[in-house]
């Protein structure tokens, strides 16, 4: 009689990096920038351990998900995140989001909270409050920008390095994603709802004029639950300019949430 074989496992493709740590305190998903990608995070995982059970999350579009459209709609790209994270909340969990994975993950966890699945910590960086985005600083409309405007607008911005507008095969691939995510956040409308019953923690850089310290204390009105601000040195690209720094404040904060004020 020959013994079935137990089906292989099937690593989803939004967790392209997936190695659970075994004895982990918490699971943290991170959500990419425009286009940004889940080995952005990867350095994360050994950073973080083994405390913390690093998830990079890989959008549509992007690295080994290339041959995917990328989605425009946070609506639409919230609800296939939802699917996605939902089956691994078992254990508890928290939310990273940098730039436009701030929207997402602060959408993320209202749908999941509602669910009955609320994350033990939201934090955002680099990116005004979801319920403020009129008092967003830059707001041209970079989404419908000619690709010549772009790559102008990414050059001021410090968008991409000098090695990827010399490659103009690349320079297209990237263009087109970041139009996509561009268009996610343009187009992004917040839900009104009541504050999450989550403690939220706003990360950001020190000289970044897209998220302003006094925009970003201001993701505090979307909790109840305890709010904390905390400002790294550099500008919107601080999360990469020094990683080692980055990851150790987001270790810290996972450590020491925010308590609700008395």
């Known amino acids: ?46 950073r973080l ?10 959008l549509p579009g992007r690295e080994s998900r290339f041959i995917e459209d990328p989605v425009t709609s946070a609506g639409e790209l919230v609800a296939q995140l939802v699917d996605a994270v939902r ?22 966890a209202c749908v999941l909270a509602a669910d009955g699945r609320p994350p033990a910590h939201l934090i955002v960086s680099a990116h005004v409050p979801a319920h403020l985005m ?15 405007d772009l790559r102008d ?22 263009l087109a994603l970041l139009r996509a995510d561009l268009t996610v956040c343009e187009s992004y409308r917040w839900t009104p ?13 020190k000289t970044d004029p897209n998220a302003p310290e006094r925009l970003l204390t201001r993701w505090s009105e979307l909790t109840v639950a305890g ?7 550099g500008g919107h690209q601080y999360l990469y300019d020094d990683p080692a720094a980055a990851a150790g404040a987001v270790a810290e904060t ?7 004020a008395r």
């Open 227 to 233: 709010f904390r601000c905390r400002l790294m040195p």
């Open 49 to 58: 351990a083994p405390a913390t059970d690093v998830v990079p999350v890989q």
């Open 87 to 108: 089956p691994e909340t078992g254990q508890p969990f928290a939310l990273f989001g940098h730039s436009m994975g701030a929207l997402l993950a602060y959408d993320l």
């Open 134 to 148: 009129e008092l967003k600083p830059l707001r041209t409309h970079v989404a419908r920008m000619s690709d010549v």
């Open 254 to 260: 996972l450590l020491d949430p925010p308590e609700p």
């Open 1 to 46: 009689m020959t013994r079935a074989r137990p089906a292989a496992s099937v690593r989803s493709p939004w967790f392209p990096f997936r190695t659970k740590q075994s004895g982990a305190d918490l699971r943290l998903f991170c959500l990419p920038p425009a286009a940004g990608s889940a080995s952005g995070y990867r350095s994360w995982m050994t």
């Open 193 to 205: 709802r009541p504050p999450l019953d989550v403690p939220i923690t706003a990360l950001g850089g």
């Open 153 to 174: 607008y990414l050059a001021a911005n410090g968008g991409l390095g000098g090695e990827q507008f010399d490659d103009e095969d690349l320079l297209s691939i990237l």
